[in-house]
């Protein structure tokens, strides 16, 4: 009876270690590899930290440095199916701005920005098949309306 247990409680353990998304854990910006359009607040240095909040929460927080020097930190929160993101600091959004971040599959995220009801934003980040590199791929529109396309590119630390 114990060793049947003990294999039920592995198999367990083990079903909910698959289900984990990989997007979870440290990534480190590899800027020799990404494709980010230069600016003062483009990032020098970045590091990006995902976990789960809770049974149905996702939190991510960003520091590092932008090129002109300033530090960068960022923390959200969001539904784990995906929805409506939330920026806990450095302080909440305007309600202008709506982040919805959507789960297509594990290792897979969409994201919208809306401004003002609008897209103004989006945004897909998709972890490669081997977990160790998270392509971060960004379209907008810059102040001038030139579409504009970054590629992020985070390894798994």
Same mark, same amino acid.
């Given at each position: 009876?114990?060793k049947?247990?003990?294999l @039920?409680?592995?198999?367990?353990?083990?079903?909910?270690?698959?289900?984990?998304?990989?997007?979870?854990?440290?990534?480190?910006l590899?800027?020799?590899?990404?494709?980010?359009?230069?600016?003062?607040?483009?990032?020098?240095?970045?590091?990006?930290?995902?976990?789960?909040?809770?049974?149905?929460?996702m939190?991510?927080?960003?520091?590092?440095t932008?090129?002109?020097?300033?530090?960068?930190?960022?923390?959200w929160?969001?539904p784990?199916?995906?929805?409506?993101?939330?920026?806990?600091?450095p302080e909440?959004?305007?309600?202008?701005?709506?982040?919805?971040?959507? @789960?297509?599959?594990?290792?897979?995220?969409?994201?919208?920005?809306?401004?003002?009801?609008?897209?103004?934003?989006?945004?897909q980040?998709?972890?490669?098949?081997?977990?160790?590199t998270?392509? @971060?791929?960004?379209?907008?529109?810059?102040?001038?309306?030139?579409?504009?396309?970054?590629?992020?590119v985070?390894?798994?630390?």
């Amino acid at each position: 009876m114990r060793k049947i247990l003990f294999l @039920l409680a592995c198999v367990g353990l083990a079903g909910s270690l698959w289900a984990a998304d990989p997007i979870i854990g440290t990534w480190k910006l590899n800027i020799a590899k990404s494709k980010i359009q230069p600016s003062a607040t483009a990032p020098k240095e970045a590091t990006d930290v995902y976990k789960e909040a809770g049974a149905d929460q996702m939190e991510f927080t960003r520091t590092g440095t932008q090129t002109d020097g300033a530090a960068i930190y960022s923390k959200w929160s969001w539904p784990r199916e995906g929805g409506i993101a939330k920026r806990l600091a450095p302080e909440p959004l305007p309600e202008s701005i709506s982040y919805i971040e959507l @789960l297509m599959d594990p290792g897979y995220w969409y994201v919208t920005i809306l401004e003002n009801g609008k897209q103004s934003t989006v945004m897909q980040k998709i972890i490669s098949k081997d977990g160790k590199t998270m392509r @971060l791929t960004l379209k907008r529109k810059d102040a001038q309306g030139k579409k504009v396309e970054e590629l992020h590119v985070f390894e798994k630390q």
